[in-house]
């Protein structure tokens, strides 16, 4: 057929009947093939500019997955990279700019005053919903990509990227409190995450907050002050000579220790904590995260809160052995907690222990963990994102991200071991054997050959 007889561009405009057909058939062309109902009934030059940016998309999503099978690493380095949101962004306003005037010259040229009166609101509602849904969803992917941009810069450092040792990432979590009885932050809980570089296998060594006698690695300036150990013969610069006083000591009193941390991301009181974690279990220590635990509760509501079992009730306020100002009770049980509620759960101290505390912390750390889906964190993006930044201080580079998240998702297919230095476990932290100690971390991480 010519395209002088064609229906779809030279159509009986008297007939309501083939009106109908045709405005059906190109709204729905607009919807699979972009740009065709140009090529077909309006402006070619703009139909074929239409069809290459489809192509183009698709081929680039097509290329995209595919890369993604062979190696995902690749695809979430661009995805965790300033530089490659910043053009996922732009291509993705590009496409929902082209998509809105495709889809408008498209309402044009159906001419719905020519359909039969009772299908025109169907026509036009569907053209509507989905260039709503398009544009909508590609500008909010824009959205997400440059504010993803900007939190990444803000959290993570340009730095150099570390190797791995002995076949691991060892990385020093830190749990910060800086409450208001309190001289400057002092960590409230610390582990060591230690993760097979090869296959994912992460365990999680818990350092209890009143370990004493810290050994220090042999290259750390805290070595030469405390040879025989942190607080050996009772003595250190603060009040209680114990693992979690080392960050106050160095960051409100010696910072000179260590001169270069602030310029290399990091502060001194961290750096004498990652020499700490080092002496304790034997490992190098690549990079540290600190979360602010008060911040954290900002960042449980952003998520929607967490369900916990609480396997006894828990004051919210009050102290080891004063109640008078609590404010309310954790009740046993399923709960769905907010964040003010979910940060008493893991530091609530009547009728508790410090290594209670350290077990609540874990399975919070685990509900929280359960949260971070892409569905649940796309949906709530921007609260995520503001948390985040308030929440969390790392070294990691941000060209490792894409290594790491690609890494996290091996680590989640496994069980995560967990090796906690208290008393249950045979150390005793007011005189521990450090040579135990590295014992039980040796044989967590060294896997027994089948």
Known sequence: MSSATSPIRFPNSASSQLMTR???????????????????????????????????????????????AINPEIVLTVATNSLGLWVIAAVLAFYAVVWVVLTLDTVRLVRLVKARPRARPLIAGLAVVVLVAVAGTASYGAYVATTASGFLSSVFSAGPSEPPVDGRYNILLLGGDAGADRLGLRPDSTSVVSIDAETGKADIIGLPRDLEYVPFPADSPLAAVYPNGYGYNGTCDVDVCQLNSIYTEVELKSPEMYPDAVAEGSEPGIEAMRDAASGVTGLTIQYYVLIDMQGFSQLIDALGGVDINVEERLPIGGQLEDLSDVEGWVEPGQQHMDGFTALWYGRARHGSSDYDRMARQRVLQEAILQQFNPGNVLTKFQGVAQAGEQVVKTDVPQGMLGYFTNLATKTKELPVGAVELVPDNGVDPTDPDYDYIAGLIDAALTPVAG
């Open 22 to 68: 045709r405005a059906w058939w190109l709204v729905v062309l607009n919807i699979f093939i972009p740009g065709s109902v140009q090529v077909l009934a309006g402006n070619r030059r703009l139909g074929r500019f239409g069809l290459g940016a489809t192509l183009s998309f698709l081929g680039l999503a097509l290329v995209t997955g595919v890369l993604y």
